[in-house]
């Protein structure tokens, strides 16, 4: 019987409240030794990719920087340049949004990253949620959801067009001829659209990969389209099965409907690790960091991300707020994912779990974060873990854990073993460019149909 | 070894930077044997130029970038030529990648303030400080080419020729272009103090992880863009990257003058290094720079050999095969005649030199080899390095954030003075 290859990627700890910061073995989140060492860790274990998200502005609650979690983070850009340096083999996959940049940068940055990693770059495009966003750039003004997928596209468009603008034998570069470039239309570009109007001539040679990897992380049915239509990969946040199962089962869906083969596009959800040498060690010592992880306080900010309002009077102790959700006035907490597409549903469903439990707020809000996270021995996560990929739940997970950096190790050293033994995760890099190593088609050449003749991401 | 020649007045050791652009800075370059022009689009191809960079112990690189193809002129469109290199990887993040392979050299990336956006270009340069432990620069560029302005196509920009600069047309770009650039430069600067020093803290017993009251937004409102900050990246280990620009006469000196540390400046002889220093501590006055004076590098283009002759016959072959035309001179001689011209010129008041290679690794193996070891026996150029910071190696302070409370003052003190229009002298010299 042939099973399904795991796609492995670890996404650094950072700026959301799973990020423990107290623990004592928590390190830098900005210093480069964090960085390095975390590459290091997640190459030795031969995962695919490793993800870093965005986000330009600092957060805010009710207009005041956010301070009780990790804030601040370096460019994305830049360290994945330097990681790609000390790395030979992994991704370096960069959450870059699409409505902030310009594609002329984008192009030029991933293809100077492809070129510089030897193939190993990745784009996941977002196209970032909030207004205030827009403070911090030229653009200025805040694009609305349906204008913002509108350039993401666009965008994307453009980038590709950017990157096939030079043929991979366009730089001849022979001395006895003198002939160093093949032709002197090279890097010609034309692309009008209701976002841009740009021409002119790209500047940087073809890269390895031809076009980097593309990722989105988007839920809405314009994000699901938009990554039916274009993307290699997807990141998400549904983990609990029969959510993951449901999303997985309609953006594959819409990947069909888009007219491509369902097998390109990996969905990789995010998700958290615990680990414990019993199962009911390991339950322990998840309480024990869900209960850092979702302090009262937290528990009140979490509530207030849905409910988008003040609920600092509510005792975290006491029952859900009585009030309802206004997710019409504005942001009460910016610079942050919206955790819900529809506020009113999920508030009901939260009320639900509150009196069927008998919950209290946080206990509620303890339980609703609780589904992030895989928590076992090191058998039992590597079992949770391919019986979501077997059964078509994911394709793989982006994971990661509550200490910076050092908490991908036990991941590494505990799980992936046990993976590699039962065959359904490598045991080495091929030495492969990131698109073969996740077993994906060449890119089809902008405006071409994109093919289907993929290698088969089984093993026997 | 041999004794310090003592002919020399001990002075403050020479500051030496090299410049690298694709195989080297003349056009004819890619053609000649130990160049690897198949390779200039490679990692490889920039961890050997920077090694060997470090290994003659120079104080910074410079990456050369644009938001569009070389041109022959740096005002004009690129030619449609496939005899000359084309193309270049994005200068920020090959320095981005350089730097853990490195330890101690500078790292100076072009990057433009016309098109980019600042909030991009404070974070991706407060990283590259991070990740080289202090060894970060900025070399600002505008962009003044109407074809890279439609690359973004957001705004247009006049196509003005060479000739066309001392226009009022031409003035007026300059003067926009400029002006903008400085904005750029403080909003940037504004940016790397938005975050105090010492603002992350980490406080378990009052669950803060920073103290908001040490981070600030800059709130700046330019023609071009706006920006109100704070960084998304905690404030660099220099406080601010070193930040150099390229100066041909009084508008970009002005730019220097008002938010620069370092100026690369392209003197043709001595009495020209003088008119260039005076040029630029007037530009310092005229701006009421209250920062530390502008450190001086002059540019010069260099093709080195065992002999002069040798020298001179290595241009010629190269300018046979296509013509170099330099804004900065360009010296062919050996490695003890370039120094005999390093130390005459620095009696004008320079603090050093930027040197550009005419070709790749070539003359870079020549100053690293032929070069600085002259200059360290005439007690010129330092035997190792002292500092890893790159502002201390240009004896610059590290700023203290200009949000940082000050003991009487409740206003914001502005590190650099306002960017109120500054009249130009009445000699203006040619830009860009
Ligand atoms: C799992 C997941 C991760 C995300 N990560 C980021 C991120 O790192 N930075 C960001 O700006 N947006 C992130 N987003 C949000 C995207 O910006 C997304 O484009 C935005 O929510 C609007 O699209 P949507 O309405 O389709 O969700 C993420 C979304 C999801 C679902």
Do not use: C
Not at chain 1, 4 to 24: E, M, R
Not at chain 2, 108 to 136: I, K, M, Q, Y
Not at chain 2, 301 to 317: C, I, K, P, W
């Amino acid at each position: 019987m042939t099973r399904k290859q795991i796609v492995l990627g670890a996404y650094f700890p950072g700026v959301n409240h799973d990020t423990v910061w107290s623990d004592p073995a928590s390190g830098s989140h900005i210093a480069w030794e964090s960085f390095e060492q975390w590459a290091r860790t997640a190459e030795r274990g031969g995962l695919d990719l490793l993800f870093l998200a965005e986000g330009l502005r600092l957060r805010t609650r009710g207009g005041e920087i956010f301070d009780q979690d990790v804030v601040g983070r370096p460019d994305t850009f830049t360290v994945l340049a330097a990681l790609a340096a000390v790395t030979e083999h992994i991704g370096l996959a960069g959450t870059i949004n699409s409505t902030y940049n310009e594609p002329y940068e984008l192009a030029r940055k991933f293809a100077t990253l492809d070129i510089l990693s030897g193939g190993r770059a990745a784009w996941n495009v977002v196209t970032s949620s909030d207004a205030p966003t827009g403070e911090n750039f030229r653009r200025g003004a805040y694009l609305g959801h349906h204008q913002r997928y509108e350039r993401a596209g666009e965008t994307l468009a453009a980038v590709r067009a950017l990157w096939d603008s030079w043929g991979s034998g366009a730089v001849v570069a022979d001395q006895a001829s003198g002939e160093f470039l093949s032709d002197a239309r090279v890097g010609d570009f034309a692309l009008s659209g209701n976002q841009f109007d740009i021409a002119g001539r790209f500047s940087t040679p073809r890269s390895p990969q031809g076009h980097p990897v593309i990722l989105q992380a988007g839920e809405s049915p314009a994000g699901r389209d938009f990554a039916a239509a274009n993307a290699d990969a997807i990141f998400s946040r549904y983990q609990r099965f029969d959510e993951a199962r449901a999303f997985y089962d309609d953006v594959k869906a819409r990947v069909r409907r888009a007219g491509r083969d369902p097998h390109e596009v990996r969905i990789l959800p995010s998700a958290g690790v615990v680990l414990g040498d019993t199962d009911a060690e390991a339950r322990e010592r998840h309480e024990h960091i869900h209960d850092l992880q979702v302090d009262p306080w937290t528990s009140i900010v979490l509530a207030e991300m849905v409910w988008n309002r003040d609920l600092s009077s509510y005792d975290p102790d006491g029952p859900l707020p009585d009030v309802d959700p206004t997710p019409e006035a504005p942001r009460w907490i910016e610079g942050r994912a919206p955790l819900t597409q529809d506020p009113h549903a999920t508030a009901a469903a939260w009320r639900e779990i509150a009196a069927a439990n008998g919950f209290s707020l946080r206990e509620t809000v303890k339980h609703v974060f609780d589904r992030a996270v895989f928590v076992g021995t090191p058998e039992h996560v590597a079992d949770e873990i391919d019986r979501y990929v077997q059964s078509d739940a994911s394709d793989g997970f982006i994971l990661g854990s509550h200490v910076t950096p050092s908490g991908l190790d036990e991941i590494v050293e505990r799980v992936v073993p046990i993976l590699q033994e039962r065959g359904v995760f490598r045991t080495g890099y091929d030495g492969g460019t990131l698109r073969e190593n996740l077993g994906l088609a060449p890119p089809a050449r902008f405006g071409e149909r994109r093919n289907s003749g993929r290698r088969a991401a089984v093993a026997s | 070894m041999s004794a310090p020649d003592t002919s020399v007045p001990p002075a403050s050791p020479l500051h030496l930077a090299v410049a690298f652009d694709g195989t080297g800075w003349h056009p004819a370059a890619w053609r000649e044997p130990g160049t690897r022009p198949g390779e200039l689009f490679t990692a490889r191809h920039w961890v050997q130029l920077a090694r060997t960079a470090e290994r003659g112990l120079l104080d910074l690189i410079t990456i050369e970038d644009g938001l569009g193809l070389q041109s022959g002129d740096h005002l004009a469109e690129p030619e449609r030529r496939t005899d000359r290199v084309q193309g270049r990887l994005d200068a920020s993040l090959v320095a981005a990648f350089l730097a853990p392979l490195t330890s101690r050299i500078g790292l100076v990336p072009t990057v433009t303030t016309t098109h980019t956006e600042p909030f991009h270009v404070a974070s991706a340069l407060a990283t590259l400080d991070h990740d080289s432990h202090g060894r970060a620069g900025w070399r600002v560029q505008t962009s003044v080419r109407a074809d890279e302005a439609a690359h973004f196509g957001r705004r247009q920009i006049p196509a003005v020729g060479r000739s066309e600069l001392d226009t009022p047309r031409g003035r007026a770009l300059v003067a926009e272009l400029f002006g903008e650039a400085a904005e750029v430069v403080d909003t940037v600067r504004r940016l790397w103090d938005s975050w105090e020093d010492g603002a992350e803290i980490r406080d378990a017993l009052t669950g803060r992880f920073v103290d908001r009251d040490r981070l600030h937004t800059v709130d700046v409102e330019a023609a071009h863009f706006a920006v109100r900050g704070p960084s998304i990246v905690p404030r660099p280990p220099q406080g601010q990257p070193l930040v150099a620009s390229l100066s041909h006469g009084y508008e970009p000196s002005l730019l220097a003058a008002r938010v620069g540390d370092v100026v690369f400046t392209t003197p043709h002889d001595a009495d020209d290094a003088a008119r260039v220093v005076d040029q630029v501590r007037t530009a310092e006055r005229a701006a009421g720079r209250t920062a530390p004076p502008l450190r001086i590098l002059a540019d010069l283009v260099v093709v080195l050999a065992g002999t002069e002759a040798g020298a001179r016959d290595r241009l010629a072959r190269l300018d046979a095969r296509d013509p170099l035309s330099s804004d900065a001179l360009v010296v062919a001689t050996t490695p003890a005649g370039l120094a005999d011209r390093l130390l005459d010129w620095r009696a004008a008041g320079l603090d050093g030199y930027r040197l550009r290679p005419a070709v790749l690794p070539t003359d870079l193996d020549a100053i690293v080899d032929g070069l600085v070891p002259e200059l360290q026996r005439r007690g010129a150029f330092r035997t190792g390095y002292a500092e890893t910071g790159l502002r201390e190696r240009f004896g610059l302070p590290r700023p203290t954030s200009r949000y940082a409370p000050r003991s009487g003052s409740a206003t914001v003190p502005a590190l650099l003075p306002g960017l109120a229009p500054v009249p130009a002298p009445t000699t203006t010299g040619s830009p860009a």
